[in-house]
Structure formats: structure tokens, C-alpha cells
């Protein structure tokens, strides 16, 4: 098959579309035949060198996918050979075909194209296990988003929309903070111009954090007592002083996580939440996937640089 392949460390520039061996089902997984990747931000770092995958995972970028399932291994439960289905993967997506454990394949959802549904795992799975399984956002709660135009951010938004929360978000520009408004967000900063802590004081319940240190005290100003703080992102650096006084004053938390290096069996169950609670939603049209590009996968560089611009609006596809 051919596949995307990281030729060095470097700019978009090293990425090469090229032939390589064609993955086996092991035991417990399937191979699909991928009709479309896309681009995420710990794609970027793992083109430069600062972001291997976990051991184990393929050196073929790609953290997503959707197609059709074209081989079965040993001990899948639910999965047939011509199935239409997207799936959240350690890596391998930008290719022709990827092996994948069942437990991490999801049916596509209805209502949109499969296309469309390579672009649901990574936002989706990060969304629920975050904000709704560690952070445990209720209706009637304050979700603060930061950088609401990314493609977690369009996903996150529409979601706590959805189970009924009020939306903050943080975004870069003011067509930025528009487009996050027009997806359902009540009240959004342009934080080149505004301190969104200053804004936002006393009123998140749960924050969405990719900025990390930079972001920490003004986050701990804008949580609400008993407000959750979960940092899935280090856009901003990673260290930096916490005042403990202001954690125990508001009884806050902090969670912190990542997605790609859970085990098999944890995202499985972050994948079937995801199938029960918001695939529904997508098939009603409450929930649409926000694709800012299809990009053909050989020109994947094309795609990382469409992401480095940092002009984008949710996600950038790669159509094979
Ligand atoms: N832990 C996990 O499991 C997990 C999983 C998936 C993604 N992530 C993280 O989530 C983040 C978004 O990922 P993505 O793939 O959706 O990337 P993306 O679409 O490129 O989003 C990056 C966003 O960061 C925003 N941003 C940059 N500086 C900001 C600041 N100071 N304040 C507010 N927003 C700022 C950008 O907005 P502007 O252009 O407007 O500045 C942009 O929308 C990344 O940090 C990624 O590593 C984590």
C-alpha cells in the first residue's frame, strides 16, 4: 500500500507519500480500508521530532480515520468485513489501509459522509473522556473552551450545547470568535485583545484547557467554586507556579491527560460513550462536523501547512 511516510524530522516538506508493507490484522484487530485521515495538532509535533509514537504504534502519522473494514482478526467481537466505520488510532492513519484493535472502531454515523466521519474520533474521544467523563460537565454548567475555533474547540462547543451548558470560548481573531458564536457559543474573547480571565471571573464550572502554564492562574481565576479544570493541551509551556491556596479557597481540581497513550481497553470505553451519547446527536444534525479542507492525502504537507498557518476553523481532511 502507500502510505505517508516521515522521512526526517522537519517542515511539511518531509513528508513523502510511499510505498510500504501492507498491515495484518493481529489478534483482536481489523484492517479497514481508509477513505479519509486528518490533520491534528500532535501530528505536526510528531513531524518534527518532538511528539514519538507510543511503543508499539505505527511510525505513520495519523490519529484518525474512516473507511470500510476489509479484513477481521482473531477474537473481534461486532465488526464485519464491509462495514462502514471510523476509528481512533495510535497512529497509522495517513494510508491506504491501518490495522486497529475492534475496541477503538466506532460504525460511522449517520447523516454525514465518511469523509466527514474522519474527522470525528480524535475531537470526539478527547471531548467526552475530558469534559464529560473526568470533568463531569453538567446541564446548566459554564464550559470554558479555549481556542474555540480548533477542531477540538468546534466539536466541544456543539457538544455542550447540545447536553445543555452555556459556552464560553477564547479564540484568536474576531472571525474566529464569530464563527465560534455562530456554532452555538454564548459568549466568546478575542484573547489577542481581552484578558479572558478578567471576562470570564468566577464563571466556568469546567475549562477545556490546550495552552497550559501560560493560561494556569488566569484559569484559576475564571473557575467557579468547585470548578474542574482539565489541560489537554501545552500550546503554552508546561511548567508553571500553582497556588495551591487558590485551589483549596474554590475546592477546584486540576485533571491533565492524554488520549493516545491510554490502553486499549480504556479508549474502548471512551469509544463506546462516544457511539452511545454522541453519534446520536450527529445523526439528528444537532451536531456537524466543522471541515475547514480536503486535502489528497499524497499532499499531506499541504494539509500540515494549512494547520501551521493557524488560519483554519475546525478540522483539515485528507481524502485519499
Ligand atoms: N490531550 C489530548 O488527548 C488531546 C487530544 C487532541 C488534541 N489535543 C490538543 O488540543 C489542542 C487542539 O488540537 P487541534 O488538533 O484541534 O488543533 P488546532 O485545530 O490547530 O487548534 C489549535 C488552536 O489553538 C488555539 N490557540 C493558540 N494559542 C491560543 C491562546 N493563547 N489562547 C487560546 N487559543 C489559542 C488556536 O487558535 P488561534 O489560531 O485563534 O490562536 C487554534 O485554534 C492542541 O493543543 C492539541 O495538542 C489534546
Given at each position: 500500500m502507500r502510505a505517508i511516510v516521515i522521512t526526517e524530522p522537519g517542515g511539511p516538506e518531509v513528508l513523502a507519500w510511499r510505498e510500504?508493507?501492507?498491515?495484518?490484522p493481529g489478534r483482536g484487530e481489523v484492517v479497514i480500508d481508509v477513505t479519509a485521515s486528518a490533520v491534528n495538532r500532535a501530528d505536526v509535533l510528531q513531524r518534527q521530532g518532538n511528539y514519538p509514537p507510543p511503543p508499539g504504534a505505527s511510525e505513520i502519522p495519523g490519529l484518525e480515520c474512516a473507511g470500510v473494514i476489509s479484513e477481521i482478526g482473531e477474537n473481534v467481537e461486532g465488526f464485519?468485513?464491509?462495514?462502514?466505520?471510523?476509528?481512533?488510532?495510535?497512529?497509522?492513519?495517513?494510508?491506504?489501509?491501518v490495522a486497529v484493535p475492534w475496541q477503538q472502531v466506532m460504525p460511522a454515523p449517520e447523516g454525514i459522509s465518511l469523509?466527514?466521519?474522519?474527522?470525528?474520533?480524535?475531537?470526539?474521544?478527547?471531548?467526552?473522556s475530558n469534559v464529560f467523563m473526568a470533568a463531569r460537565l453538567r446541564k446548566g454548567e459554564t464550559l470554558l473552551v479555549h481556542g474555540g475555533a480548533s477542531g477540538i474547540g468546534t466539536l466541544a462547543i456543539q457538544l455542550a450545547k447540545a447536553f445543555g451548558s452555556h459556552v464560553l470560548v477564547t479564540a484568536g481573531t474576531a472571525e474566529k470568535v464569530?464563527?465560534?458564536?455562530?456554532?452555538?457559543?454564548?459568549?466568546?474573547?478575542?484573547?489577542?485583545?481581552?484578558?479572558?480571565?478578567?471576562?470570564?471571573?468566577?464563571?466556568?464550572?469546567?475549562?477545556?484547557?490546550?495552552?497550559?502554564?501560560?493560561?494556569?492562574e488566569g484559569n484559576l481565576a475564571a473557575l467557579t467554586t468547585g470548578g474542574r479544570l482539565v489541560v489537554i493541551g501545552l500550546q503554552g509551556g508546561a511548567s508553571a507556579t500553582l497556588n495551591l491556596g487558590v485551589l483549596l479557597t474554590k475546592r477546584a481540581s486540576i485533571f491533565a491527560a492524554g488520549l493516545r497513550g491510554r490502553p486499549v481497553d480504556e479508549k474502548g470505553a471512551i469509544c463506546r460513550g462516544v457511539v452511545?451519547?454522541?453519534?446520536?446527536?450527529?445523526?439528528?444534525?444537532?451536531?456537524?462536523?466543522?471541515?475547514?479542507?480536503?486535502?489528497p492525502m499524497r499532499d499531506?504537507?499541504?494539509?500540515?501547512?494549512?494547520?501551521?498557518?493557524?488560519?483554519?476553523?475546525?478540522?483539515?481532511?485528507?481524502i485519499r
Open positions: 510500504v508493507p501492507d498491515p495484518r464485519s468485513v464491509g462495514d462502514r466505520v471510523c476509528a481512533l488510532l495510535a497512529g497509522g492513519g495517513y494510508a491506504e489501509r469523509a466527514e466521519a474522519a474527522g470525528l474520533p480524535e475531537v470526539a474521544c478527547t471531548v467526552w464569530r464563527r465560534c458564536l455562530d456554532l452555538g457559543a454564548d459568549e466568546g474573547v478575542n484573547y489577542r485583545e481581552e484578558d479572558f480571565a478578567e471576562r470570564f471571573r468566577g464563571r466556568a464550572d469546567v475549562i477545556l484547557d490546550i495552552i497550559g502554564a501560560k493560561y494556569l452511545d451519547n454522541i453519534w446520536p446527536l450527529v445523526g439528528a444534525g444537532a451536531i456537524r462536523p466543522v471541515v475547514h479542507a480536503e486535502v499531506a504537507a499541504e494539509g500540515h501547512r494549512l494547520m501551521e498557518q493557524g488560519e483554519h476553523i475546525g478540522k483539515i481532511l485528507l
